[in-house]
């Protein structure tokens, strides 16, 4: 609510009727009344939903649209400075053949000055061969070549920076699906290629664009709490400054697109620094933006990462609404491909998780299920170990002891050739074997709370398998009991 007021009160009276004519339709309609409301008060979004009388899910349905027709109908009819320079740029071979060519060069050099600020690096090497060509005679030609051809590299660079920053959300979903070194080397690599551009060249796109790949990576990669949480003032002065970055340049297409992912890393920062107070307040800040947010596939990682790091809010808090709130509109909007196997499979595995939480086993044995059937896991070892031994939990719980039997099989002959990496799957077996063994009750329950303890102390590193797991005394107790429900 806040940017939609800042962005509505600078407008002047009659931009603001035209964008009302245009955008909300009829008087005295939802849309009317918070236009109205962000022009003349200052409402935070509890205060708007009781103006309207509304709940927070239509609420911010109905905020989400508003604000796509606003910024459609104001990058069509209000002036764009990136617009306005790029229009200027087209002249600029026509400067070459003016009257006058001290006017032409000083035309240049006050276009050169407002692309550099806008980092416009392609409309930037336009400018400087026509300087060069414009100097031959007066002795500026080596300086504007040299600046020609170093902006040229530099574009390059920046068209390489883009190409890695979508690679890197290919090779980290694949490193969290396998845990494998050669695929932990291949995402290194690309951080490697992205640091190397950023120290040979400096603008505020780079920065962008490696800070952003550069959390991701230590949110992934680092195992202890300690040196993420040891890095928190330098973290968030960097977001800090990319968010000036994104306000600087609002008319940037790029930007605008991605100014989402602060709060989502802010989030999953906190998250996994375990620093829940400051992660509960990004949360309310993003968490009913993510179903318009997955409706487009390229950010399908970054909703991932928020999703995955929602389960550890629930883990921690145990807010079992926060985590299943917006399942159902993810369930429409998130168009998930099992040809992008990241966000494919822990979507279903998110989905399976929200149904073991509110006690439906035999829906999260289902997801799991089908999407065992719908990809081939084969290539995800350590994903698929998982999601067995997932399913074969529910089908514990259920009472399915043939099924879930069948399951452990097929795991204990997997992990049979890497039992080192895959010591805390066979202590998971092994409770599960507990479980459905005939024992005294309590006896079977003891051993139960005593297997667990010392899966969850020997469930460490990055081949830690169902970290999103958490089994309380009565969890424990329906496993042990042979009669469910």
């Given at each position: ?40 008060h200052d409402y935070d979004e509890n205060k708007m939903m ?436």
């Open positions: 609510m806040e940017t939609l007021n800042k962005t509505i009160k600078k407008l002047t009276e009659h931009d603001y009727q035209q964008l009302l004519s245009a955008v909300v339709g009829r008087k005295n309609n939802k849309p009317y009344s918070v236009l109205e409301a962000a022009r003349h009781e103006v309207l009388s509304v709940n927070p899910s239509t609420y911010y349905t109905l905020k989400s649209r508003l604000n796509e027709k606003i910024a459609a109908y104001l990058a069509k009819n209000m002036d764009n400075p990136i617009n306005a320079l790029k229009e200027k740029v087209a002249m600029v071979p026509a400067m070459l053949f003016g009257n006058d060519r001290e006017v032409s060069i000083r035309a240049l050099k006050n276009l050169e000055k407002q692309l550099i600020e806008y980092d416009l690096s392609n409309e930037l090497i336009t400018v400087y061969k026509a300087l060069a060509r414009l100097s031959m005679h007066n002795g500026d030609y080596d300086f504007y070549e040299r600046e020609y051809n170093r902006h040229v590299a530099y574009s390059l660079a920046v068209v390489k920076a883009e190409d890695l920053f979508f690679e890197f959300t290919k090779r980290a979903g694949l490193y969290q699906l396998t845990r494998e070194q050669s695929d932990l080397d291949a995402l290194q690599t690309t951080l490697r290629e992205l640091t190397n551009i950023s120290e040979l060249y400096h603008g505020h796109r780079l920065f962008v664009i490696y800070n952003i790949v550069h959390i991701y990576y230590l949110c992934i990669n680092t195992q202890r709490k300690e040196n993420l949480q040891a890095l928190e003032i330098e973290i968030d002065n960097i977001l800090q400054q990319i968010r000036k970055h994104f306000e600087t340049y609002e008319m940037d297409t790029f930007y605008q697109s991605i100014r989402f992912i602060v709060d989502f890393l802010y989030f999953e920062y906190y998250t996994r620094t375990g620093n829940m107070v400051r992660a509960e307040h990004h949360y309310q800040l993003i968490n009913r933006q993510v179903p318009d947010i997955s409706f487009k596939p390229v950010f399908s990682f970054y909703v991932m990462q928020y999703l995955n790091a929602s389960v550890e809010r629930f883990l921690a808090g145990g807010d079992i609404s926060g985590l299943t709130g917006i399942s159902n509109e993810l369930e429409t909007n998130f168009d998930t491909e099992n040809n992008d196997p990241y966000p494919f499979i822990h979507f279903q595995r998110y989905l399976a998780i929200s149904k073991f939480y509110t006690g439906d086993y035999s829906g999260a044995a289902k997801c799991i299920n089908s999407l065992r059937n719908d990809i081939s896991m084969k290539k995800f070892f350590h994903t698929d170990v998982e999601c067995k031994l997932f399913q074969a939990l529910n089908y514990c719980m259920i009472g399915e002891d043939g099924l879930c039997n069948q399951l452990l099989q097929s795991v204990k002959r997997q992990v049979s050739e890497d039992e080192a990496n895959y010591e805390s799957a066979n202590m998971f077996i092994r409770m599960i074997k507990t479980a459905l063994k005939p024992d005294e009750f309590r006896r079977k329950v003891s051993k139960l709370n005593d297997t667990w303890h010392a899966f969850s102390n020997g469930n460490t590193g990055t081949r830690r398998i169902m970290s999103f797991l958490k089994l309380d005394e009565s969890a424990l107790r329906r496993m042990a009991n042979p009669i469910k429900d």
